[in-house]
């Protein structure tokens, strides 16, 4: 199994910007797509962002379409979410997770995740 762990959330006012990481390790991380999914309090967890193996093709949820950007470095077995103009409702937990089928199905197999919170 791949071990990832998110890295990146805080506090941050409304319009504000945050960068998200995410390292994986103990398999060949390029094989694989990626991808960023949330949980905020109360809810179930959700898509967000997808990258394709070799980085060349993404995919986003409506909600944070032209604000989040995903990107990789396979030489460093990393993924990053860079959100900008962030919203009250974009508060939850992030997780990044392997993508078994493209573009939004993840493994169950879920780092502890990094907080995001998001304030008036």
């Known amino acids: 199994q791949v071990q990832l762990v998110e890295s990146g959330g805080g506090l941050v006012q409304a319009g504000g910007s945050l960068r998200l990481s995410c390292s994986a390790s103990?398999?060949?991380?390029?094989?694989?797509?990626m991808g960023w999914f949330r949980q905020a309090p109360g809810k179930e967890r959700e898509f967000v962002a997808a990258?394709?193996?070799?980085?060349?093709?993404?995919y986003y949820a409506d909600s944070v379409k032209g604000r989040f950007t995903i990107s990789r470095d396979n030489a460093k077995n990393m993924v990053y979410l860079q959100m900008n103009s962030l919203k009250l409702e974009d508060t939850a937990v992030y997780y990044c997770?392997?993508?078994?089928?493209?573009?939004?199905?993840?493994?169950?197999?879920w780092g502890q995740g990094t907080q995001v919170t998001v304030s008036s």
């Open positions: 997770a392997v993508v078994w089928r493209w573009p939004d199905r993840s493994e169950n197999n």
């Open positions: 103990g398999r060949t991380f390029s094989n694989y797509h």
């Open positions: 990258i394709t193996w070799s980085g060349g093709s993404t």
